[in-house]
Structures are given as C-alpha cells and as structure tokens.
C-alpha cells in the first residue's frame, strides 16, 4: 500500500484487497502474533519493514500464489504440515483417502504410502495409528526432506524410502504390506486445469503424468501384488473421470472387491481394491 504515514494493522488488513481470513493469516504469520494478538492491537502502527513484507505478500497472494506456500503450511485432518513449492499442498478429498486407508488397516498393519509429496498421507496415518508400520517413498528428495521434517515436528514414526515408486528404498519385505496407499500425478497434460488457480505454482511430476493421466495409477496398481500380502489393500485417489479406467485396471490386474468411493461433492474420487493370492491361479478376466 502506498502511504507516506505509517499505518495500523487494522488498516492494513481493511485494505488489503485480500479475502478477509487470508489477509489475518499472512499478518499473524508475518508478524508472528496471534489472532488475539490482532484484535487487541489492531491499532499498533507497522513498521517500514513489517508494512513492505506484509505488500510483498498481498502481491504474490494478487498475483496467484496460494496461500499455502506464503504461509508455508497448510492444515490436513486436523495436523498443521509444512509445505513448500517442492510439494502438493494437501487437498480435503485426499482426508478420505486416509479414512478409507484407516478402515482397512489391520491392528498392528504395514501400509505405504506411495508419493508421499509432504507426507500427508503416511504421517497422518502414523499419529492416528501408532500400531502400524508406516512407510512412504517419494522420487523428489525435496519433497522427502519437507516430509521427514513433518514426521519429526508431529513425532510420527514413518519409514521413509526414495525413488520412482516400488523401487523406492529402502521399502518393505515382498508381501508384507496390508494397505497400498496412493494419490499420485493423475491429471492429464492436456487438463485446463492445470494452467488454473493453485495449480499452476504446484509441482508438476506430482499433478500430471505428462501423459493420459493414468500411467502412475496404471504403475502403482501394477506393482502392488509384488509387495501386498494376501487379503491386502490397494487405495488410489483419482480424478473425478477417472473411476471407470481405475477399476478396469484393477480387475486386469486381478484384484477383487473393487469399489469407487465418491467424495464430499459426490463425485468419483477414490477406488479400492482387495488383492487375494487364492484366485491368481486362473488368468484374470477383464
Ligand atoms: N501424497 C501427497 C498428498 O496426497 C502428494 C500427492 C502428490 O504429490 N501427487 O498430498
């Protein structure tokens, strides 16, 4: 903002063009003060400095840049996750995802999370369930290195692994895995999608395949008989059009039990899978 006199905070805040909350959470993070902090000393005047850092970010936030990665975190399930432009920012439909996962796993189960980004999934799943074994892989070691410090910060007991998914190490024994969890790159190159909104400042090797959109579900669901025991799980979140071809694959694949699990909005979002060594004996059938 353009003033010779200094300003108070709440000036700044009533004239910050920003959506109300967004423009409370870059001055508390800016600050470094509560909201409490705000409403009792709204009027303080800001510094020279304080009043350039908090415009810099107004500029970034006009210009696009989400929310998540000015703050440097973003809340999931309850669990505050640092982030930065190296991972996904955690969304809502990824939480039902973790519920499914943690229906299904076992008392004292091993699940790995594939993809991890900042470590949403595994670490989540670790804190609500401290039984399990919790493993997660990821190609990007920027990524890994934003996830180890969130598995550290929660106290989150997670066995982290790099590299292109099954041959990420290190990684479980074959066989041993009760629930494979992932939300890989799914959106298609060609998706509008990605040229909006957050999209566009978010890492693309974890949004698109560069491809069809199906070629990281089509590798996870490949890969998963190799290392699920018998009985296990496979858990994938897609996109909303991609329900049909995900439960396609599975059955190629010769998994069984295969339902699609609508989101919030009621939209086709996550399908599972249940692998059982007992009926691999025929060829699958599509
Ligand atoms: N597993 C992470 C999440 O769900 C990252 C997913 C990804 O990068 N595609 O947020």
Known sequence: ???????????????????????RLLVQHSLSVSH???IAHGQRLLTANEQNTLDQLRARRLAGEPLAYLLGWREFYGRTFKVSDAVLIPRPETEHLVEAALVYLPK?????????????????????????????????????SV?????????????????????????????????????????????VHLQQGDLRFE??????DHHNGLTALTAVIAGAPTFLRDKGWIMLEHGYDQGQAVRACLAQHGFMQIQTLPDLAGLDRITIGQWSDTTQTEPATN
């Open 1 to 23: 903002m353009n003033n010779e006199k200094p300003i108070t905070i709440s000036y700044w805040l009533q004239h910050s063009g920003l959506a109300r909350l967004e423009a």
């Open 36 to 38: 409490a902090d705000i």
């Open 108 to 144: 004292h189960g091993c699940i790995w999370d594939l993809g991890t980004g900042s470590g949403a999934i595994a670490i989540t799943i670790a804190c609500e369930r401290p039984d399990a074994e919790v493993w997660a892989a990821d190609i990007s070691t920027e990524a890994l």
């Open 147 to 191: 996830a180890k410090d969130n598995a550290t910060f929660l106290q989150a007991t997670v066995r982290f692994g790099k590299g292109s998914w099954y041959q990420a190490q290190p990684q479980p024994a074959a066989h041993s895995v009760d629930v494979v969890v992932s939300n890989p790159p799914y959106i298609a190159v060609d998706d």
């Open 203 to 208: 890492p693309q090797q974890a949004l698109t």
